[in-house]
């Protein structure tokens, strides 16, 4: 089964608009961390925002958010204001701490932003 | 500010030729990684190391081997090169559990 799900291959938003990227996780750990990364067409991978598993409060680190839906599995990155610099590839990813030190990373969303 | 540094960027090997992907990072991080990401398919994990003189598999290990030669480096050998190891390779590293993964900008390889 995969750890990590993100079912959006592609998304499109207009400029100025919010957009919410959707990640679904799978793990049995109650302790584990989920992650965003940015990957823009030059190739680097940019962090974005982290939640942790006990970690009361929804994630946000300017125009990034992260909705945190437990018993649902689901960490979605919500993205405010969108500008054309944020047209990118974007991964999800998570970190089971029982099992040390393993990343798993979904197959990741592209998103456009269109003028 | 150089973080974490991969070495080349670029490789074109024929098959069977062996070759090592060099990675350190100057932040004192105690965890490193070496990921493969191909098209569609996200990252995959292919070694990791949890502390200097560890080393784990991670989902995709075969065909490659690793070293952590301290605490700043961590390298990714290729003893024999197949067609289906062309792919980017990443290393990153983090200093602890709650921290993200700082990533190296890449290795692009390409193995005909």
């Known amino acids: 089964a995969q750890k990590i799900t993100q079912t959006q291959p592609g998304m499109f938003v207009q400029e100025k608009e919010a957009v919410t990227l959707d990640c679904t996780y799978d793990?049995?750990?109650?302790?584990?961390?989920l992650f965003w990364y940015k990957q823009p067409s030059s190739g680097e991978m940019i962090f974005l925002i982290y939640?942790?598993?006990?970690?009361?409060q929804n994630a946000t680190e300017g125009r990034y958010s992260l909705n945190f839906q437990k018993a649902r599995k689901s960490a979605n990155l919500v993205i405010s204001a969108s500008q054309l610099g944020d047209s990118a590839m974007y991964f999800c990813?998570?970190?089971?701490?029982?099992?040390?030190?393993?990343?798993?990373f979904g197959t990741g969303t592209s998103l456009t932003v269109i003028p | 500010n150089a973080g974490v540094t991969q070495t080349p960027k670029f490789q074109v090997l024929k098959t069977g030729q062996s070759m090592t992907l060099q990675c350190a990072q100057d932040m004192n991080h105690n965890s490193m990684y070496w990921y493969r990401q191909d098209p569609g398919m996200g990252l995959r994990l292919i070694y990791y190391?949890?502390?200097?003189?560890?080393?784990d598999k991670g989902e995709v290990p075969n065909g490659y081997n690793v070293s952590r030669l301290n605490k700043r480096e961590f390298s990714l050998r290729l003893e024999s090169a197949a067609p289906s190891q062309t792919s980017v390779y990443f290393c990153a590293s983090r200093r602890d559990r709650r921290q993200p993964q700082h990533f190296g900008d890449g290795t692009r390889l390409s193995i005909l």
């Open positions: 990813a998570m970190r089971e701490d029982n099992t040390g030190n393993q990343f798993y």
């Open positions: 190391s949890a502390s200097e003189g560890t080393t």
């Open positions: 939640q942790g598993s006990y970690d009361q």
């Open positions: 793990t049995s750990d109650p302790s584990y961390g």
